[in-house]
T-cell receptor, first 116, second 113 residues
């Protein structure tokens, strides 16, 4: 009964490959996110979706393509993986209150991506 | 450009004592601040928050203080317990909403028995 679940937990792959990370939330939230935690430990937002609609796309290379089939799912597909893509990727969700996404985010446990 | 700074990468305290984690911010438009706690191999979990209209918010052993003039906030944990050992992230946003939450790098707290 995990609230925000993402798979896989670990992903080791070669440069140039294409990979996907899946995320699902069972909290009934309208807004979902992808965050990246790089080697310097900063947590930075990549994308935000509200009801399957892209709200935020933060200067992320277009090799990264989020897909939201419904408001409970937000998957992340990465093409032509590069060494610099190695990081921990966190999915998150939040409720929407009064037209804005609530600040309290619920995070998944992260996907450790290692590009060799 | 780090808008939210946690200058202490780590902090070690004895069980039962007070833990004080600090956070500075540069963006004067920030009006809502949050603390998240993260255990290894897990995602961050929300701990406590404060709006810029307040200078203090308390929830059990956790208190957040906000000094707007100094653009500084701190998280106090009293008394500290070994289970509090985790990485604590400070986060801030402006204009309401979490679309633009900006996180600090985190401070690793170790509470020694």
């Amino acid at each position: 009964d995990t609230a925000v679940s993402q798979t896989p937990k670990y992903l080791v792959t070669q440069m140039g490959n294409d990979k996907s990370i899946k995320c699902e939330q069972n909290l009934g939230h309208d807004t979902m996110y992808w965050y990246k935690q790089d080697s310097k430990k900063f947590l930075k937002i990549m994308f935000s979706y509200n009801n399957k609609e892209l709200i935020i796309n933060e200067t992320v290379p277009n090799r990264f393509s989020p897909k939201s089939p419904d408001k409970a799912h937000l998957n992340l597909h990465i093409n032509s993986l590069e060494l610099g893509d190695s990081a921990v990727y966190f999915c998150a969700s939040s409720r929407r209150t009064g037209g804005t996404a609530n600040e309290k985010l619920f995070f998944g446990s992260g996907t450790q991506l290692s590009v060799l | 450009d780090q808008q939210v700074k946690q200058n202490s990468p780590s902090l070690s305290v004895q069980e039962g004592r007070i833990s004080i984690l600090n956070c500075d911010y540069t963006n004067s438009m920030f009006d809502y601040f949050l603390w998240y706690k993260k255990y290894p191999a897990e995602g961050p979990t929300f701990l406590i928050s404060i709006s810029s209209i307040k200078d203090k918010n308390e929830d059990g052993r956790f208190t957040v203080f906000l000094n707007k003039s100094a653009k500084h906030l701190s998280l106090h944990i009293v008394p500290s317990q070994p289970g509090d050992s985790a990485v604590y992230f400070c986060a801030a946003t402006s204009g309401g909403g979490s679309e633009k939450l900006v996180f600090g790098k985190g401070t690793k707290l170790t509470v020694n028995p």
